[in-house]
């Protein structure tokens, strides 16, 4: 059996754009199209041509850039390239006068961190102006604003931000309330999608006008486009709400889910084939797919008790296909979402609609609309206290294993597989799941904190962390130790009290519980690391040379300080991380003189001293340790590092040299331990 037209021809589509962003996908084109022929042919060679003909074009990488522009949601237009303003803070919207310099977009330098390359060629951008100086001149006009303010005015602060996010999709104001949603796992609620499209269809279809109800709804979808801005749920949802009531207006009848769905898809990806990068439309397309496919087979439901398990079906559904999405990007999943979603629909049905009558009638409706949104944010905050499923970052073959376990009860619930078969067939990739899991790996990661140092070892299901950067970097460490799927640390290392080696650990002790806490003698008792520890109840110890302690199947040996100077860095701690199969040595900011003293013996990597300054890494040293791979963390920084004679040093011994600001993390593997 084929599927429709619609479905073939988003298949179709999404196959041209899987060529366009990998080539090998293109072998898949023969067989695919002898299944789904013609529609899947015609999408496929019409998003290709789309891509090949319209590439995104890229603007010219250093080129020194200075005038006036007008800066819309960080975005800027120059000589018809569409660019990323970079600045800290980011620029408001408003009229500036700008230099800087353009450069390509950054892709993901850490475990679990931001794709930038992606997430801005998802928009159709290809370069980054970097903002070295600024004058604001004027404000840009806004014609939303009113609206903006008939839908704020009589709310409380909190509910305001709950509001416009939840009806026009703008989430800049709820910060911490956000994160309260994405663990009680009701964010989908912020993302403008079916629902909202389905509510302010409705309104229209209710009115007696007969056809001539359908014209004004095809009408209204621009406007809500225009007024929330056209994120990838919004536009799906849109079109399919569009496609559904133009066939209802000339008399053919709605399209089906999986029809309008796979339409959808195509005018998409035909508009853009690169939205196939959005985190937002993987998650609107698959949650959508979700539903079509496990509530279809279904039983109408009857009775208050059919309706409540339909309502805990639902979520399930549709977060079923995003299971391994939603870890790979956020690190968790609310195990407990489907309860949440069944207490919270109710809540934002009635909120809605309210919420669209506000973009008009203003302050009219503020009481209910204020205790209908106090309710949705205690249950986001009691939501948010239920359990998580942390698992790391699914690799391709998790992601494959995951959908393999799907398919079978999906088959089953459409009756095509006996349920006992299908149960067996699932078990089978969970188990291999389970077993590629059993190894733990014997690995460091040097993570990109630029101008700093943070440093993961993993010892065969014992986890050291050692520094975590600057302040502002401790919500990278924080990510990439969730993709990693390090939920405790066995032990955590401060090696002295520099900012740029300790700064982010704050944010790690807060959020991640610790064993061991090994900091350097040079720590003063009121240092806020040290606080922060005992505020946790977390055991502290300060090593001297000859320390050593058993983690995993390793050992963390201190080789440094002997005795105390009174300086920083000099009194920092040396390591020499022993993982069976391989050592590691991790040098702080200690200098030569130090390292003079210091017999580590042979190791495979060596992490240079002070980021590769002139003090550190000498040729005695290198001669004592004999290390294979030099590993820097590094960022842009005024003071040369890394030094060309260090540089030099490692060059002249064959040292192969690895640098954060080059290549993002580096990860050394020393093998498995089972």
């Known amino acids: 059996m084929r599927p429709p037209l619609g479905l073939g021809l988003g298949l179709g589509g999404l196959l041209g754009a899987l060529s366009l962003l990998h080539p090998w996908a293109l072998l898949a084109l023969l067989p695919f199209g002898l299944w789904l022929r013609l529609p899947a042919l015609l999408g496929a060679l019409c998003v290709l041509a789309r891509g090949l003909l319209w590439p995104v074009p890229e603007p010219p990488y250093g080129a020194r850039v200075e005038g006036v522009f007008a800066v819309r949601q960080g975005f800027l ?27 390509p977009p950054q892709g993901r330098r850490n475990p679990g961190g ?35 303010e008939r839908l704020r005015q009589g709310l409380s602060p909190p509910v305001a931000e709950l509001l416009e996010g939840l009806v026009l999709g703008d989430k800049a104001g709820l910060e911490e309330a956000y994160s309260g949603f994405q663990k009680a796992g009701l964010a989908h609620l912020l993302a403008l999608s079916g629902l909202h499209v389905g509510l302010l269809v409705g309104a229209f279809l209710l009115l007696p006008l007969g056809r001539f109800r359908y014209l004004l709804a095809l009408g209204v979808l621009p406007l ?32 089906g889910v999986l029809q309008a ?35 279809s087979p279904l039983p109408r439901p009857r009775g208050l008790k059919g309706h409540l398990l339909l309502g805990l079906a639902t979520p399930l559904a549709a977060q079923a296909p995003l299971v391994p999405l939603l870890l790979a990007r956020f690190g968790f999943f609310p195990l407990l979402s489907p309860l949440a979603n069944l207490l919270a ?14 973009l008009l009638l203003g302050g009219v409706l503020a009481g209910p609309v204020e205790a209908l949104g106090q309710a949705l944010l205690r249950l986001a905050q009691l939501g948010a206290q239920g359990p998580l499923l942390r698992l790391g970052e699914p690799t391709p073959l998790g992601f494959a294993l995951y959908y393999l376990a799907l ?52 010892l065969g299901g014992a986890e050291v962390l050692v520094d975590g950067g600057r302040p502002e970097q401790g919500e990278k460490v924080l990510r990439a130790l969730k993709a990693l799927g390090v939920e405790a640390l066995e032990v955590l290392v401060a090696t002295h009290p520099d900012a740029d080696h300790v700064g982010g650990l704050l944010s790690v002790v807060a959020e991640v519980p610790i064993g061991l806490a090994l900091l350097s ?132 011994r064959g040292i192969r040299v690895l640098r954060t600001d080059r290549v993002g993390a580096i990860r050394v593997a020393f093998g498995y331990a089972w």
């Open 77 to 103: 237009v120059w000589e018809g390239h569409r660019l990323f303003a970079a600045h800290y803070p980011p620029l408001e919207d408003g009229v500036y006068r700008l230099r800087g310099h353009i450069a």
């Open 114 to 148: 931001f794709d930038q390359k992606a997430w801005l060629l998802s928009l159709g951008v290809r370069g980054v102006f970097h903002v070295e100086h600024r004058e604001a001149l004027s404000p840009l006009e806004d014609p939303r604003r009113p609206f903006r």
């Open 224 to 255: 809500y486009l225009w007024l929330a801005g056209p994120s990838p749920s919004l536009l799906r949802a849109s079109l399919m709400a569009g496609l559904s009531l133009l066939g209802l207006l000339l008399g053919l009848g709605s399209a």
């Open 261 to 295: 769905l796979g339409l959808a898809l195509f005018l998409q990806l035909l508009l853009n084939p690169h939205a196939l990068l959005s985190l937002g439309f993987q998650l609107s397309h698959l949650a959508v797919l979700g539903l079509a496919l496990f509530l």
């Open 345 to 358: 629909l109710p809540l934002v049905a009635l909120l809605l609609p309210l919420g669209l009558a506000k």
């Open 407 to 458: 398919l079978p009860p999906l088959l089953a619930l459409h009756r095509k597989l006996p349920w006992r078969r299908a149960l067996l067939l699932a078990s089978l990739p969970a188990l291999v799941s389970l077993l590629a899991a059993r190894p733990k790996p014997l690995d460091l990661y040097l993570l990109d904190v630029g101008q700093g140092h943070a440093l993961l070892a993993r």
């Open 521 to 652: 003698p040079a720590f003063p008792q009121d240092h806020p690391l040290v606080q922060a520890l005992r505020a946790k109840g977390v055991p502290v110890l300060y090593p001297g040379a000859g320390s050593r302690f058993r983690v995993g199947r390793g050992e963390v040996r201190v080789l440094w300080p002997r005795h105390l100077s009174g300086e920083d860095n000099r009194d920092g701690l040396a390591l020499l991380l022993d993982f069976g199969r391989g050592k590691a040595l991790l040098l702080a900011d200690l200098p030569q003189a130090v390292e003079a003293q210091l017999h580590p013996g042979r190791v495979e990597a060596i992490q240079i001293s002070h980021h590769g300054a002139r003090t550190g890494t000498s040729e005695t040293l290198l001669e004592r340790a004999r290390p294979q791979v030099a590993l820097i963390g590094v960022g842009k920084n005024p003071y040369g590092h890394p030094h060309p004679e260090v540089l030099k040093r490692l060059e002249a």
